[in-house]
């Protein structure tokens, strides 16, 4: 049985405009299955729908040929942008596996021009990497990409048929003097969400050893898929470079580090992150600073999209409350989720030279904003580092989010 997903509702108010739709996100986050249900519900609606995947090599083959060949698999529309068919009623043709054709940008740049006002295709791309690569500039205003990730612990708890625990985080996360008297539960599902990540299939998996055993299969196979067709020739050394990101997880990225240690030159190890970061695995938080030099400008912060991949890349799975980098975790899914809620655009991280650092800053304006501080323990915080960054950005508050539940703090859960 399909579970929707959250970013659906955002995808169907898309349908309605003659921009194309390009959903993408790593591989096995539930692309294929997103767009089929997007198919089922014009179909029952009555729309005129087809669906086609560039996995299969006769279609494959055809349209690389030319994009008109794409009608020999799904019905045609108007022969021009100039013969309209009423608002509403386009022709839709669902597309999975866009990154496939030859020359994807030229292939849906033919089909917008010439049949806008009738055809409105979504498709699906395995990561922003191969559309990026292959997407050129004449399809500005012509597309619309959403990225659909793995799932967020909302989702986890949906899928996981956690109804009663979902409505208890909806109320923790809307009141801001309501206390759970099942924060118990919502911390055990919490941990294991924090072990073993949101790639769907691994949720849906009741046994923890076959968890494990699904996510050496994306390690393995899918993270290989994403080496192989970016051309990447030492797949040693990028396995040995994501096994040394995830155990600096929520640390400073000193490429010229990472180059020695790897045994790699620079440039080499900077194509690696990118090609990390556009298969939707890692991010790069870039710092916060206004014009004073002894704020460190250049060197991110790593973190990444899933926690169970990271933790796969380390082989380590066992109990969060046993575990030595719960902090690691902890500040990881809080990136993920102000992320999902700010976008990475005005997210950032605070450090100084005399390593002063706030982990979180939300730049709302110039000079005014909010800036985080998350802690396994609320009590952990040096006032120090607060005080210091409040006199240089008088303009922001200061929160502290804290795993565990303390009255001077804001508790993980209500962000």
Partial sequence: MYISRKIQPEIRNHLARKEFTIITGARQCGKTSLLIALFNELKEQGHQVSYLTLEDTEILRAINEHPENIFSFAP?????????????????????????????????????????????????????????????????????????????????????????????????????????????????????YLVYGGYPEVVLEQDKNEKIKLLKEIRDSFLKIDMDESGISNPEKFYQLVQILAGQTGNLLNTNELSKHIGLDHKTVGRYLFILQKCFHIDLLKPFHSNSGKELRKMPKVYFHDSG???????????????????????????????????????????????????????????????????????????????????????????????????????????
């Avoid at 801001?176 to 055990?188: A, I, N, V």
């Avoid at 690691?328 to 605070?350: A, K, P, Q």
């Avoid at 706030?358 to 800036?371: L, N, W």
């Fill in 76 to 192: 045609r529309p108007g022969n021009t942008s100039l013969d309209r068919v009423p608002s509403g009623n386009f022709i839709y043709l669902f597309i999975d596996e866009i990154q496939y054709a030859k020359q994807p940008s030229n292939l849906l740049k033919y089909l917008y021009d010439k049949y806008r006002e009738n055809l409105k295709i979504l498709a699906t791309g395995s990561s922003a990497f191969y559309l990026d690569a292959k997407f050129t500039d004449s399809l500005a205003g012509r597309k619309r990409i959403f990225v659909l990730r793995t799932l967020d612990f909302e989702e986890m708890l949906r899928f996981h048929g956690h109804q009663d625990s979902l409505l208890e985080l909806e109320r923790v996360r809307n009141s801001t003097d309501y206390f759970s008297s099942q924060r118990h539960e919502l911390m055990d599902l919490f941990n294991e």
């Fill in 309 to 415: 991949l990271r933790n796969m890349a380390l082989n380590r799975f066992f109990n969060f409350i046993h575990r030595e980098d719960k902090g690691t975790l902890v500040e990881n899914y809080l990136f993920t989720r102000l992320r999902d809620i700010y976008g990475t655009d005005s997210l950032r991280f605070w450090r100084t030279a005399d390593k002063h650092e706030i982990d979180f800053v939300i730049a709302r304006e110039p000079d005014t904003g909010e800036a985080l501080e998350v802690k396994m323990q609320c009590t952990a915080v040096k006032s120090s580092t607060r005080q210091r960054f409040l006199q240089q950005y008088p303009g922001f508050t200061l929160k502290i989010i804290s795993y565990h539940i303390h009255k001077d703090c804001t508790w993980l859960l209500k962000i």
